[in-house]
């Protein structure tokens, strides 16, 4: 199948590693030109050379897009690089070690908005005019099955349900300029260095308990697969679809 994604120019936020990494690569080997945004310019460099290894076209950027100064400068140095922009996949998130309602302080509360929530807006607010002027194009917000359901942070939950409304409201607001707007919601996804890697790592038993009795694969999720989804969201193939989240969960969310 032909995604119509050749010479197409994307940035993917929080894509030196885990999901937005295996985003980059995928939208990469589909010819699209790629920016990559993170914090660690070491880990963001690594990233890119193996892209570039295998002929990708990539440019980075170090910066944080949690504040809207960074959300601005990734999205300017990626129409910097490549001379404009079509795809935006806002992958920068996390649940920022915030606990239940009660116990969750006011800094957990802002650095959880911030960085699953304003993240996406300031990115979003920076790049529709460029998508805009270009004819349209796809934006991705990575949610989370704890945007459709309960989960254990308060402000994460908060964040990221609020992501799922903001998902649907910019769908509809963005139409008319061609663009269309769409999340992914992944379960638990396993990489090294990722959350899941490091509880798995300090109480083995009590994750592989989780694993048999949350998990109805029997197995953590991949970033691949939750890649593979993003990557068909942001082409010509998913031209109809927009407003949607679609969980890649493997089954383990519960909501309908």
Not at 31 to 53: H, M
Not at 126 to 153: D, F, K, M, T, W
């Amino acid at each position: 199948m032909d995604l119509e994604l050749a010479g197409k120019i994307a940035l993917v936020t929080g894509s030196s590693k885990g999901i937005g990494r295996a985003i980059a690569t995928g939208l990469a080997h589909e010819g699209v030109r790629v920016c990559l945004s993170a914090r660690g310019a070491d880990a963001l460099e690594e990233a890119a050379s193996a892209l570039r290894k295998h002929g990708a076209e990539v440019a980075t950027v170090v910066g944080d897009v949690a504040t809207s100064e960074g959300a601005a400068a990734a999205v300017d140095a990626a129409v910097s690089a490549f001379g404009g922009l079509d795809i935006l996949v806002n992958n920068v998130g996390g649940s920022a070690g915030a606990g239940p309602f009660d116990r969750a302080t006011e800094a957990q509360w802002t650095e959880a908005l911030n960085r699953n929530l304003m993240s996406a807006v300031w990115c979003s607010q920076r790049a529709v005019p460029v998508l805009r002027a270009r004819g349209g194009g796809s934006i991705v917000h990575i949610n989370s099955i704890c945007g459709r359901e309960y989960c254990q942070s308060a402000p994460y939950t908060a964040a990221k349900a609020g992501l799922t409304g903001l998902t649907k409201e910019m769908a509809i607001d963005l139409a008319r300029d061609r663009i269309r707007v769409n999340g992914v919601a992944p379960g638990s996804i396993l990489f090294p260095g990722g959350s899941w890697d490091r509880r798995q790592k300090a109480d083995p038993e009590r994750i592989a308990k989780m694993v048999r009795e949350e998990l109805p694969w029997g197995r953590f999720g991949t970033p691949e697969e939750v890649a593979d989804v993003v990557v068909f969201l942001c082409s010509a193939r998913a031209r109809w679809v927009t407003g949607a989240t679609l969980p890649v969960d493997g089954g383990q969310g519960r909501a309908f």
